[in-house]
């Protein structure tokens, strides 16, 4: 059976199909490029939970289990930071960075550090902040914040346009820095057996223009 009328019999047997006022078909849908408004959402939990109790089941013992060691695990030293990532609603992906309009306005390949602790640490913003994690390290200009916790610092992102046959060349000349580049292949979420790309413990000094 063709794909289209693989998804004609799917729509006329569901919800909205031939028995309904709706009489949904993909004929309709050709009809109707733009989309069709039916009306606002309507509920339909608890009914289609599967569960005894019609509840959805969050209180797993393994994860319980999980946040009782992470809360309990001993702190890392102080001069090392966790790193974590960010997206920003101007370039919430790679490809954006291509498009000159997206990317105009002040640089955002920046390392977001609280300001208590860039105080401690005696940086300033616009400093270049070296970033090292045990399979390597790479260079960003900090940018001091609120919106970050102390011991925490965060990259955005999708950047790393610097590297050897990029053809990209908006996106070139906005380069930045790729957080994979010192992503760490033995961090995994330990609940899960998953690779772990937020909190990787990483250690900072000044850059090497600073």
Not at 92 to 112: A, D, E, I, V, Y
Not at 127 to 155: F, N, P
Not at 173 to 181: K, M
Request: glycine residues 10%; contains cysteine; aromatic residues 4%.
């Amino acid at each position: 059976m063709a794909p289209d009328r693989l998804v004609d019999s799917a729509l006329r047997a569901g919800p909205y199909g031939d028995q309904t006022k709706w009489q949904l078909s993909i004929e309709k849908l050709k009809a109707h490029p733009s989309g069709i408004d039916m009306g606002p959402l309507e509920p339909s939990c608890p009914e289609r939970l599967q569960t005894p109790g019609k509840r959805i089941h969050l209180a797993i013992d393994a994860v319980f289990e999980d946040i009782h060691r992470l809360v309990n695990e001993q702190p890392e030293q102080t001069e090392t930071y966790r790193l974590i990532g960010r997206r920003h609603v101007r370039d919430n992906n790679s490809w954006m960075h291509n498009h000159h309009r997206l990317m105009k306005g002040k640089p955002r390949c920046q390392l977001l550090m609280n300001t208590a602790d860039a105080q401690r640490e005696g940086w300033q913003a616009g400093t270049l902040i070296k970033i090292h994690s045990r399979i390597g390290s790479i260079e960003a200009e900090l940018a001091c914040t609120d919106d970050v916790m102390q011991g925490v610092v965060s990259l955005p992102h999708g950047y790393g346009h610097g590297q050897p046959g990029t053809r990209a060349e908006t996106a070139s000349q906005h380069a930045g820095v790729s957080c994979n580049d010192i992503t760490d292949d033995q961090f995994i979420d330990q609940l899960s057996g998953n690779a772990a790309l937020n909190g990787l413990a990483v250690q900072l000094s000044l850059g090497a223009a600073a």
